[in-house]
């Protein structure tokens, strides 16, 4: 007999490390919104849609919530985030 437990979903989150071009050591952030940690400060990015790379990801997300256009961009780390109080998990 086999227990069942309820369906998950998994969301992968992305964030992005920004280089000011202009500014040596300078990166882009802003102030989240109506998301977890809203109000604080953070780098761009969001969820991964499906069959997205993480590249494809990175570029999009930063210019839906930057305006700019990113290029040179390299994958750098991964972790496996749980976020029990928020009752999510991000990838």
């Known amino acids: ?3 069942s437990q309820p369906q ?3 969301r992968v989150g992305v964030g992005v490390l920004v280089k000011d071009p202009k500014k040596k050591g300078s990166l882009f952030a802003g102030v989240r919104k109506g998301s977890h940690g809203a109000g604080s400060l ?3 990015g969001g969820h ?3 069959m997205e790379s993480w590249e494809e990801c990175a570029r ?3 210019q839906e919530e930057t305006g700019l256009k ?3 961009i390299n994958f750098v780390h991964l972790t496996n ?3 029990p109080l928020e ?3 991000e990838f």
């Open 8 to 10: 998950q979903n998994v």
């Open 81 to 83: 985030d749980p976020m």
């Open 1 to 3: 007999m086999s227990t």
């Open 70 to 72: 990113i290029i040179n």
């Open 48 to 50: 991964l849609e499906m």
């Open 60 to 62: 999009r997300e930063v």
């Open 87 to 89: 009752e999510k998990r």
């Open 42 to 44: 953070a780098l761009p």
